[in-house]
């Protein structure tokens, strides 16, 4: 059956200058882009969560959408459906990547026993679908916050019965991701926090966090899964305050248990500005690091405390998010992931089309100015300027270590104040927006 009759397959790319809302303006999936293809530096993906789950309820409302493969027959014939229309949609959008947590693609059961097989069984089929349409896992991961058994906590559960639970569903998780051939496994901790501290002890469920990841590090090892293993930052929601706070919240706790070499960072930009930052510094504290590995694209608003997960629109914010990959040489395994929804007011499927067309679009663009403005040097010559004074004298003495401060103090004493040169920042953002044409 075709769910999205009215949709051509695929969508096309027309250029700048189309009014058609069922094209792509910018994305133009095999235009080269310096060595590689727009679809290569991009690798776009579609969130199963949000676009084939999403109903559109909230705390105040009834599900306002109704999609023809949600509704019918037991939970396992709505999963079979849901999977088919997922295939289709990625076909029809021209994505070859999507993302799921088990319990997305298949429904709990009665049993934890039921729940496995019914993740096995469908997982099973989305392995055919793949294989006959191309299109590939970027990541698989487990939902460790909706059961109300993970209310206090997963991994950092008091309940030592429950982190056992969340341990063996995060085993069948990797291994459903390693047999469909997923390039990643993403590890979000939403309960993994506290409501209050007055019954929680932090050093005793970090410890147990880091226990989880070795668990998992070694499993990986194991069963030879290659795929990269990441972890997802968010400060807060439903935790009052989660562990995985933002980027280098999650850095330190991996250097303190020694997980730096196993994990990288999947970054969402609503979570990057929940957390009291831009999306571009939680990018540039992972790439600097040599942490970062994916991309949850979406956006927050800014006049809303909560995760909105809109679709990114915004080509300033993609464009800065673009220079910062290219600059580590892309995201290699990682991709784009569209981590968003729809508004509960837009209620076709053809306004999933749309909100895809959007986002990718927006970092197609983001791309191509990026791209242009790393091509023509001029930021990189501004940086390496700043920095110069490193490059001999006291600066390479100071970063060679040749130097302490009574060395320091000795030259300084009778030596003239610095002068000052200034940071230019508002040449530099003028720049930027003399390329976003
Ligand atoms: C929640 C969120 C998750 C993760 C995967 O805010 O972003 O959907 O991406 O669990
Ligand atoms: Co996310």
Same mark, same amino acid.
């Given at each position: 059956?075709?769910?999205?009759?009215?949709?051509?397959?695929?969508?096309?790319?027309?250029?700048?200058?189309?009014?058609? &809302?069922?094209? $792509?303006?910018?994305?133009?999936?095999?235009?080269?882009?310096?060595?590689?293809?727009?679809?290569?530096?991009?690798?776009?993906?579609?969130?199963?969560?949000?676009?084939?789950?999403?109903?559109?309820?909230? %705390?105040?409302?009834?599900?306002?959408?109704?999609?023809?493969?949600?509704?019918?027959?037991?939970? %396992?014939?709505?999963?079979?459906?849901?999977?088919?229309?997922? $295939?289709?949609?990625?076909?029809?959008?021209?994505?070859?990547?999507?993302?799921?947590?088990?319990?997305?693609?298949?429904? =709990?059961?009665?049993?934890?026993?039921?729940?496995?097989?019914?993740?096995?069984?469908?997982?099973?089929?989305?392995?055919?679908?793949? @294989?006959?349409?191309?299109?590939?896992?970027?990541?698989?991961?487990?939902?460790?916050?909706?059961?109300?058994?993970?209310?206090?906590?997963?991994?950092?559960?008091?309940?030592?019965?429950?982190?056992?639970?969340?341990?063996?569903?995060?085993?069948?998780?990797?291994?459903?991701?390693? %047999?469909?051939?997923?390039?990643?496994?993403? #590890?979000?901790?939403?309960?993994?926090?506290?409501?209050?501290?007055?019954?929680?002890?932090?050093?005793?469920?970090?410890?147990? %966090?880091?226990?989880?990841?070795?668990?998992?590090?070694?499993?990986?090892?194991?069963?030879?899964?290659?795929?990269?293993?990441?972890?997802?930052?968010?400060? =807060?929601?439903?935790?009052?305050?989660?562990?995985? #706070?933002?980027?280098?919240?999650?850095?330190?706790?991996?250097?303190?248990?020694?997980?730096?070499?196993?994990?990288?960072?999947?970054?969402? !930009?609503?979570?990057?500005?929940?957390?009291?930052?831009? #999306?571009?510094?939680?990018?540039?504290?992972?790439?600097?690091?040599?942490?970062?590995?994916?991309?949850?694209?979406?956006? /927050?608003?800014?006049? +809303?405390?909560?995760?909105?997960?809109? #679709? &990114?629109?915004?080509?300033?914010? =993609?464009?800065? !998010?673009?220079?910062?990959? +290219?600059?580590?040489? /892309?995201?290699?395994?990682?991709?784009?992931?569209?981590?968003? @929804?729809?508004?509960?007011?837009?209620?076709?499927?053809?306004?999933?089309?749309?909100?895809?067309?959007?986002?990718?679009?927006? $970092?197609?663009?983001?791309?191509?100015?990026?791209?242009?403005?790393?091509?023509?040097?001029?930021?990189?010559?501004?940086?390496?300027?700043?920095? =110069?004074?490193?490059?001999?004298?006291?600066? @390479?003495?100071?970063?060679?270590?040749?130097?302490? +401060?009574?060395?320091?103090?000795?030259?300084?004493?009778?030596?003239?104040?610095?002068?000052?040169?200034? /940071?230019?920042?508002?040449?530099?953002?003028?720049?930027?927006?003399?390329?976003?044409?």
């Amino acid at each position: 059956m075709a769910y999205f009759p009215d949709v051509p397959s695929p969508i096309p790319f027309e250029g700048r200058d189309s009014k058609n &809302p069922l094209a $792509f303006k910018w994305y133009d999936k095999g235009r080269k882009v310096g060595t590689k293809t727009m679809a290569d530096h991009l690798r776009c993906s579609v969130a199963y969560w949000h676009t084939m789950k999403g109903s559109g309820a909230d %705390m105040f409302g009834a599900p306002s959408m109704q999609r023809a493969w949600s509704n019918g027959g037991s939970p %396992m014939d709505i999963a079979r459906k849901t999977l088919d229309a997922t $295939f289709e949609f990625l076909q029809k959008l021209g994505v070859t990547y999507y993302c799921f947590h088990d319990r997305d693609i298949a429904p =709990a059961g009665a049993t934890f026993a039921e729940s496995c097989r019914n993740l096995e069984a469908i997982a099973g089929e989305a392995k055919l679908l793949q @294989k006959e349409t191309g299109i590939r896992l970027l990541w698989g991961t487990a939902n460790l916050f909706g059961d109300p058994i993970y209310g206090q906590g997963a991994a950092t559960s008091p309940n030592a019965a429950v982190m056992a639970r969340a341990a063996a569903q995060v085993k069948l998780a990797i291994d459903v991701t390693q %047999m469909l051939g997923g390039e990643n496994y993403v #590890f979000w901790g939403g309960r993994e926090g506290y409501e209050t501290l007055l019954n929680t002890d932090i050093r005793h469920e970090q410890d147990q %966090m880091a226990r989880f990841f070795r668990m998992a590090v070694d499993y990986k090892k194991q069963i030879g899964f290659t795929g990269q293993f990441l972890i997802e930052p968010k400060p =807060a929601e439903p935790s009052k305050h989660q562990y995985d #706070f933002d980027a280098a919240t999650t850095l330190g706790f991996l250097r303190a248990y020694g997980l730096t070499d196993h994990f990288k960072l999947n970054i969402e !930009a609503n979570h990057a500005t929940l957390a009291g930052h831009t #999306f571009e510094h939680e990018l540039a504290v992972a790439s600097a690091a040599g942490a970062l590995g994916s991309v949850d694209a979406n956006r /927050g608003d800014l006049l +809303l405390g909560w995760d909105t997960d809109q #679709f &990114p629109t915004d080509v300033y914010s =993609a464009t800065f !998010a673009m220079m910062i990959i +290219l600059q580590q040489g /892309g995201l290699g395994t990682g991709g784009l992931n569209f981590d968003a @929804k729809v508004r509960r007011s837009s209620t076709d499927t053809l306004d999933l089309f749309h909100a895809h067309i959007g986002g990718m679009d927006t $970092f197609a663009r983001g791309l191509l100015i990026a791209h242009e403005i790393i091509s023509d040097g001029v930021l990189a010559q501004h940086l390496a300027n700043r920095y =110069a004074s490193f490059a001999s004298g006291i600066g @390479k003495d100071i970063m060679d270590g040749t130097v302490g +401060l009574a060395d320091i103090y000795q030259r300084e004493r009778e030596s003239q104040d610095p002068v000052l040169t200034s /940071g230019r920042q508002e040449m530099l953002e003028n720049l930027i927006n003399s390329y976003i044409r």
